[in-house]
């Protein structure tokens, strides 16, 4: 059984910073790309950011600039520092990775629960 298990969100103040951390856990033999998604009411799920075992990132327009993906491939963990926060990044923001369980030869997707990030103005 593979997990990730977001923590981090909360509420905050435009032009404030959050930092949310992901770990995964389990029967893992491999983890290949992780990312950042967000959904906020009524809209599409959408990638904020990802990053690749090697370190490369990609992040959406709306938050390049401000947000920073980081993992770690030892501790099984990426983040995402969230500065300059706007009311328009108020969402719930799940924890995605590509992952290789023991025993098997395939990647497959893997969510985290999620968690919410309320930007007030």
């Known amino acids: 059984q593979v997990q990730l298990e977001e923590s981090g969100g909360g509420l905050v103040q435009a032009g404030g910073s959050l930092r949310l951390s992901c770990a995964a856990s389990?029967?893992?033999?491999?983890?290949?790309?992780m990312g950042w998604y967000r959904q906020a009411a009524g809209k599409q799920r959408e990638l904020v950011a990802g990053?690749?075992?090697?370190?490369?990132?990609n992040y959406a327009d709306s938050v390049k600039g401000r947000f920073t993906i980081s993992r770690d491939n030892a501790k099984k963990t990426v983040s995402l520092q969230m500065n300059s926060l706007k009311p328009d990044d108020t969402s719930i923001y799940y924890c995605?990775?590509?992952?290789?369980?023991?025993?098997?030869?395939?990647?497959?997707?893997?969510w985290g629960q999620g968690t919410q990030v309320t930007v007030s103005s």
């Open positions: 995605a990775a590509e992952v290789m369980p023991l025993g098997r030869l395939t990647y497959s997707n893997y």
């Open positions: 990053i690749t075992p090697g370190g490369s990132t």
């Open positions: 389990g029967r893992i033999s491999s983890i290949s790309r």
